[in-house]
């Protein structure tokens, strides 16, 4: 069992930077690869980032190719996403996720088993 507690989310200006902290529970973190998802309202929940058990293999979903970063600290049990000259489309609550022991690297949601609250970002223009 993983839990996830997400933080970091805020209002900021088109243009500006956040970085967004998962932070698990758990002494095998560093055993599921994770991810970020958002969903903004109204909207179906998408994928933006997953990372691989060393942090080494990243994926990105192309509307934040370039921009965002995902990264890993398995010492710390945490996952990040760093977002750069974010857009008022990035409008969203994003969700951390963990994937499945044993399972690779994925870009849907339910190729995840675990699922953070959330946390919103607002992008105002």
């Known amino acids: 069992q993983v839990q996830l507690v997400e933080s970091g989310g805020a209002l900021v200006q088109a243009g500006g930077s956040l970085r967004l902290s998962c932070a698990a529970s758990?002494?095998?973190?560093?055993?599921?690869?994770m991810g970020w998802f958002r969903q903004a309202p109204g909207k179906e929940r998408e994928f933006v980032a997953a990372?691989?058990?060393?942090?080494?293999?990243?994926y990105y979903a192309d509307s934040v190719k370039g921009r965002f970063t995902i990264s890993r600290d398995n010492a710390k049990n945490t996952v990040y996403l760093q977002m750069n000259s974010l857009k008022p489309e990035d409008t969203a609550r994003y969700y951390c996720?963990?994937?499945?022991?044993?399972?690779?690297?994925?870009?849907?949601?339910?190729?995840?088993?675990?699922w953070g609250q959330g946390t919103q970002v607002t992008v105002s223009s």
């Open positions: 996720a963990a994937g499945r022991i044993g399972r690779g690297v994925g870009k849907r949601s339910d190729e995840y088993a675990y």
């Open positions: 758990g002494r095998t973190f560093s055993s599921y690869p």
């Open positions: 990372i691989n058990l060393s942090g080494g293999i990243a």
